[in-house]
């Protein structure tokens, strides 16, 4: 019986973080001409890019305005080589990685399957394709790669197979048509505030075919993709319908949101209306900024949670795996009341705890110029929301001081089976959040398949699944793992793997800890 007790308390220990600032600070060149940029910097990559089996971590920083462009090392995107100890050394100049313009987001992932993990940074002004030389180098390939042309406001980008030709594919997330030279003035001399989105044309999102040689097609119109102009903030990724190919959710900023379909002939159909994720419950667009896919209540189907403004309330989409339907699940879950009053940027859903239900990360922050409404400061703290049996999300817990947070990314950083943490805050050192909940035991899959699904049977019968991706949250791309845990267990009884193009693997009685799962 004593044993049973300490085994419960254990498993619903209290959630818990060392908060470390990391050596990053992030600029977004702001000087009083409240120039719509600086709002929406922030995000950052987790990656090995040396294979030693310790991840690293890339900043994307702003740069000086009205130039856009990075005037000297405070605006540099920073590389930090880590130790598995949670040391990091700055290795950006050594790399090359210092960057051009105004640096938005980051995606890692290898793209010409070498074995060396690359970058896509995404920007204000002109989007780079960094290839990972192998000796510590990285080298702008984007105009060989075909991944120039015409320049728009990109926030995001994310790398995935659209057609099971087991090549990562790139779909980069484009905001809206902002121009330097004519931006508006909002306000008055006296009283000047950041333009609303409405005051700007929305654009298209784009998506670029992996050719296998290193290049890329553009594929934005022939998929259908071009034909849909947004705000976008964030793109998320799974297959909602269980169909064998990788649909596409699109938060947009003051509109309603894309659900791009893959029908699984190079083409996509958008259909958030009526599956149910374009809008809030009233019928109202909200101001998207965040997203993620996975599976919170262990159905087997992926859900959908998306961060917005004060009053928007965030918004979780509950999967019913049937006639490609969501369901509103913000009240029954608590969600509704919980994130009223918070202006939310990336979100995640993550086992903290490791006890085999997916918690809910928020990196927070309202908008500069809001006391008047809010009542209090404008920044305001990351916070977890513990996932209780897959029905409600509670209690809050706050797990940094208030700050302007933008991006974030999660990922092992100690190799101890519990998920870490990375974010950022505009003026601020980044920090880097050590999980030291007193968890129970995890399992990790290292996939380098965009994509595949994971289902994993534990020991009394109970089923959890997820698959692999790195597009969580806002700008940002996190650790190429896919991660369960445990529970009270010490094994999983058996996991099934499908992996993009429909072939199965079938592992059993696999202890805790990392394995490295290669497609057979």
Request: aromatic share 14%; charged share 20%; net charge negative.
């Given at each position: 019986m004593t044993c049973l007790l300490l085994l419960l308390g254990l498993l619903h220990a209290e959630i818990r973080f060392d908060v470390k600032p990391l050596p990053f600070t992030l600029?977004?060149?702001?000087?009083?001409?409240?120039?719509?940029?600086?709002?929406?910097?922030?995000?950052?990559?987790?990656?090995?890019?040396?294979?030693?089996?310790?991840?690293?971590?890339?900043?994307?920083?702003?740069?000086?305005?009205?130039?856009?462009?990075?005037?000297?090392?405070?605006?540099?995107?920073?590389?930090?080589?880590?130790?598995?100890?949670?040391?990091?050394?700055?290795?950006?100049?050594?790399?090359?990685?210092?960057?051009?313009?105004?640096?938005?987001?980051?995606?890692?992932?290898?793209?010409?399957?070498?074995?060396?993990?690359?970058?896509?940074?995404?920007?204000?002004?002109?989007?780079?394709?960094?290839?990972?030389?192998?000796?510590?180098?990285?080298?702008?390939?984007?105009?060989?790669?075909?991944?120039?042309?015409?320049?728009?406001?990109?926030?995001?980008?994310?790398?995935?197979?659209?057609?099971?030709?087991?090549?990562?594919?790139?779909?980069?997330?484009?905001?809206?048509?902002?121009?330097?030279?004519?931006?508006?003035?909002?306000?008055?001399?006296?009283?000047?505030?950041?333009?609303?989105?409405?005051?700007?044309?929305?654009?298209?999102?784009?998506?670029?075919?992996?050719?296998?040689?290193?290049?890329?097609?553009?594929?934005?119109?022939?998929?259908?993709?071009?034909?849909?102009?947004?705000?976008?903030?964030?793109?998320?990724?799974?297959?909602?319908?269980?169909?064998?190919?990788?649909?596409?959710?699109?938060?947009?900023?003051?509109?309603?949101?894309?659900?791009?379909?893959?029908q699984g002939n190079g083409r996509f159909e958008e259909i958030a209306l009526e599956a149910g994720v374009a809008l809030r419950d009233d019928g109202s667009p909200i101001a998207g900024m965040g997203s993620h896919f996975d599976d919170y209540n262990n159905d087997g189907a992926p859900d959908l949670i998306v961060t917005g403004m004060i009053n928007d309330t965030f918004l979780l989409f509950r999967n019913l795996a049937k006639l490609w339907q969501f369901e509103d699940d913000r009240a029954r879950t608590g969600l509704l009341l919980a994130t009223r009053q918070l202006t939310g940027w990336a979100a995640a859903f993550v086992d903290f705890d490791n006890d085999g239900w997916k918690d809910l990360f928020f990196a927070l922050s309202h908008f500069p110029r809001l006391e008047r409404y809010t009542g209090s400061g404008s920044e305001l703290p990351c916070r977890v929301l513990r996932n209780s049996d897959g029905r409600r999300f509670s209690p809050a817990l706050d797990v940094t001081p208030p700050a302007y947070w933008r991006g974030a990314a999660f990922g092992d950083f100690d190799r101890d089976g519990r998920v870490d943490a990375v974010v950022t805050a505009i003026g601020q050192p980044a920090r880097l959040l050590h999980n030291r909940t007193e968890a129970g035991k995890s399992i990790t899959f290292r996939i380098s398949a965009p994509g595949a699904v994971v289902r994993l049977t534990l020991p009394d019968g109970r089923t959890l699944t997820s698959h692999a991706s790195t597009s969580i949250g806002y700008a940002s791309s996190s650790e190429p793992v896919v991660h369960f845990g445990l529970g009270p267990h010490s094994k999983a009884a058996k996991v099934l793997i499908s992996w993009p193009g429909g072939q199965q693997q079938t592992l059993t009685d696999l202890p805790a800890g990392i394995h490295e799962v290669k497609r057979p």
């Open positions: 600029h977004n060149g702001a000087a009083g001409d409240f120039r719509l940029v600086e709002l929406m910097v922030g995000g950052t990559a987790l990656l090995d890019y040396d294979n030693d089996g310790c991840l690293d971590i890339f900043f994307a920083n702003g740069a000086a305005l009205p130039s856009l462009q990075k005037t000297g090392p405070p605006f540099w995107n920073r590389l930090y080589r880590g130790d598995c100890k949670l040391g990091f050394t700055d290795v950006t100049s050594a790399a090359q990685l210092e960057g051009e313009g105004y640096a938005m987001g980051a995606a890692a992932g290898d793209y010409d399957h070498d074995g060396h993990t690359d970058l896509f940074v995404a920007a204000v002004n002109g989007n780079r394709l960094y290839r990972n030389l192998g000796n510590g180098r990285f080298s702008d390939v984007a105009a060989q790669a075909g991944l120039t042309g015409k320049i728009r406001w990109s926030v995001g980008a994310s790398w995935f197979d659209y057609n099971n030709d087991h090549l990562p594919d790139l779909f980069v997330v484009n905001y809206l048509d902002w121009q330097r030279d004519t931006e508006p003035r909002c306000g008055t001399d006296r009283a000047r505030f950041y333009c609303h989105p409405n005051a700007f044309r929305p654009l298209p999102n784009q998506l670029f075919r992996n050719n296998g040689d290193g290049t890329f097609t553009d594929v934005t119109e022939p998929s259908g993709i071009g034909a849909h102009l947004g705000k976008g903030m964030s793109a998320s990724f799974a297959d909602f319908d269980q169909d064998g190919f990788t649909d596409i959710y699109v938060a947009n900023d003051s509109m309603r949101a894309f659900l791009f379909r893959n």
